[in-house]
């Protein structure tokens, strides 16, 4: 079963980037479609993106393009999310998951604990 740990998270200002990591402890990730969730308070977990097994067919929710960029490293079973142009409106716990193949939380099996990004303006 694939076991999925996030880090990266922590505190930033506006304008300013993190690198989220999502490893895979138990080393099978490479053979899954991944992708990356977001969840605010008091409101609903939401797709950021999304990156097939060979790190193609990479899509991206409204609110991600042009600022996020999804990325995998099967060698390390590692899949990342580098953020950038961050802004207040991105504060949430972020998760990773695998073993989709669309935009829906229900679509992916697998899923980490998350890790909380918190944007001051």
């Known amino acids: 079963q694939v076991q999925l740990v996030e880090s990266g998270g922590g505190s930033v200002q506006a304008g300013g980037s993190l690198r989220l990591s999502c490893a895979d402890f138990?080393?099978?990730?490479?053979?899954?479609?991944a992708g990356w969730f977001r969840q605010a308070p008091e409101k609903e977990r939401e797709f950021v993106a999304r990156i097939n097994v060979a790190g193609g067919g990479i899509v991206y929710a409204d609110s991600a393009k042009g600022r996020f960029t999804i990325s995998r490293d099967n060698a390390k079973n590692t899949v990342y999310l580098q953020m950038n142009s961050l802004k207040p409106e991105d504060t949430a716990v972020y998760y990773c998951?695998?073993?989709?193949?669309?935009?829906?939380?229900?679509?992916?099996?697998?899923w980490g604990q998350g890790t909380q990004v918190t944007v001051s303006s």
């Open positions: 138990g080393r099978t990730i490479s053979t899954y479609n």
């Open positions: 998951a695998a073993g989709g193949l669309g935009n829906h939380l229900a679509d992916y099996p697998y």
